[in-house]
């Protein structure tokens, strides 16, 4: 018997896998693929995801295998503008890293805090009851849990055996995407390349390291199964038809193809069977908030389904995973959808770019538009009163250290500038923090384990009114 089995061992299921262990919940991750995805399919992650990683004590890792790009902030369906300069946040960047490398790392940091992970090992079907989930393995075995969560991707088994709706719209337009080696010189391929692009936004290659190349170029029709890998002639095809050239690619490291479907999932749990990243949500890469959209849920749903495991949660609180995270993927939805029209050639979409092009000039535009994409303008609905209430808090210098600092091992925190509260029935689940720094604006906040702001004030009384709302009970004294 297990805590939670993880169907699915991409960057959700690794990230939310991470954040059930800093509970001590017992985890099993099951993933279909005997071996890492070599696909790039992501570059980079968002400034609210180099949040969370720093909030849990990884971002050192990550920067040593990415880049950082303070103007990709910028961007909006492919539109260059200044990046804004007053985001409210510490991490005003792109960090530009393979899709693989995130893997890896969050893969070994599971393993290190003791999740057991179990590759080439597909779920097949499930049968829930009251006191947990039964989970079939394709070699027919049988495995229990109290609780399975659907990593599994876009084709969710998990997801379709629920029958949970996955409503939106078919794929009308599918890419193919390869890390390939070229035989052109880097000026032909540059050159060619920033020709196409005039006419063609959904075609690009360029140098992805190692020698190899990335390129991107729309596929001849949408494929009936986008699980099969286009071949290199296909590939070599697609390339000529709108480059006149196939640049000499060979030796393949990767390809891959992926479509403009998008569709969101009609809700996020049935029972003791819950749904996280691409099984929950779908959509183009563009403004590449896919991988990042999946570290985020899990990131919201790791402390939630831990307190339920544990015991100690709220009526509501595992259900709130759903009412807050369903909203953020619609708005995310939306972003898509309005950066595909804006990359359409017809007359219509390219007026309303040129439009959006200059009002992006406006710092208040560009603000919004960044704070949209990095997913650091979200606010969740904690109730009514200060304008910080649900935000997550940016990384604040406090009278030793930092905030992100004390952040490490997933628990709530309040933050004390008044020296005179405490949460004393809850020490076992929030930590106090009395040396909070002027930079705090205001006399005290408690921060849920996701670092969202959940109650702002001063007094005691009020404090301990609002600490079982997010923390459950408090613990016994007898």
């Known amino acids: 018997m297990y805590d939670v089995i993880i169907s699915g061992g991409g960057p959700t299921g690794m990230m939310l896998a991470a954040e059930l262990r800093l509970h001590d919940v017992d985890v099993l991750v099951l993933e279909r693929d005997a071996q890492p995805n070599p696909a790039v399919r992501s570059l980079g992650l968002h400034p609210r995801s180099i949040e969370i990683l720093d909030q849990r004590g990884l971002l050192d890792r990550f920067l040593a295998h990415g ?78 849990s109290l609780w399975l969560v659907g990593c599994d991707g876009g084709r969710s088994l998990v997801r379709r055996r629920l029958g949970i709706g996955f409503p939106g719209e078919p794929a009308t337009t ?62 070599r095809t697609q390339l000529r038809a709108y480059a006149g050239t196939d640049f000499g690619v060979h030796s393949p490291r990767s390809l891959t193809r992926f479509s403009d479907a998008t569709r969101l999932a009609e809700r996020y749990r049935a029972g003791r069977v819950l749904l996280a990243g691409d099984a929950a949500h779908v959509h183009p890469p563009l403004g590449g908030q896919g991988l990042n959209l999946g570290i985020q849920d899990a990131f919201n749903l790791g402390w939630k389904l831990a307190a339920e495991i544990d015991g100690w949660a709220p009526a509501g609180l595992l259900d709130s995973y759903s009412t807050e995270r369903h909203p953020v993927a619609e708005d995310v939805l939306t972003i898509t959808r309005a950066q595909s029209e804006l990359l359409l050639p017809d007359p219509g979409p390219q007026a309303v770019r040129r439009l ?66 405490a949460a004393t029935g809850w020490t076992d689940r929030v930590d106090l923090v009395a040396d909070a720094g002027a930079e705090l604006d205001a006399p005290a906040v408690l921060l849920r384990p996701d670092g969202h702001v959940a109650w702002i004030g001063d007094d005691q009384a009020d404090l301990e009114r609002r600490l079982p709302t997010w923390f459950g009970a408090p613990q016994s004294t007898a």
């Open 67 to 144: 880049t950082r790009y303070p103007g990709g902030v910028g961007r909006f369906a492919g539109i260059e503008a200044p990046a804004p300069t007053d985001l409210d946040t510490a991490h005003g960047y792109i960090l530009g890293i393979p899709q693989p490398v995130t893997d890896r790392l969050l893969a070994e940091r599971a393993a290190e805090l003791g999740a057991e992970i179990r590759r080439g090992v597909e779920v097949t079907g499930f049968a829930q009851d009251d006191d947990g989930v039964d989970v079939e393995i394709a070699d027919g075995g049988r495995l229990r």
């Open 174 to 235: 599918e890419w193919l995407l390869g890390e390939v080696a070229v035989t052109a010189s880097p000026d032909e391929v540059a050159a060619i390349s920033a020709e196409v692009r005039r006419t063609h936004r959904g075609f690009g290659i360029g140098p992805a390291g190692d020698g190899l190349h990335r390129a991107v170029v729309p596929a001849a029709s949408v494929a009936e199964d986008r699980t099969v890998p286009p071949t290199l002639e296909e590939f």
């Open 356 to 421: 959006l092009t200059e009002l992006m000039g406006f710092a208040d535009v560009s603000r919004f538009l960044a704070e949209k994409v990095a997913s650091i303008g979200i606010r969740y609905d904690v109730g009514d009163g200060h304008d910080l209430l649900g935000r997550r808090l940016r990384d604040l210098p406090l009278s030793q250290g930092r905030l992100y600092d004390r952040m490490h091992d997933g628990r709530g925190l309040l933050l004390d500038r008044t020296g005179g509260l």
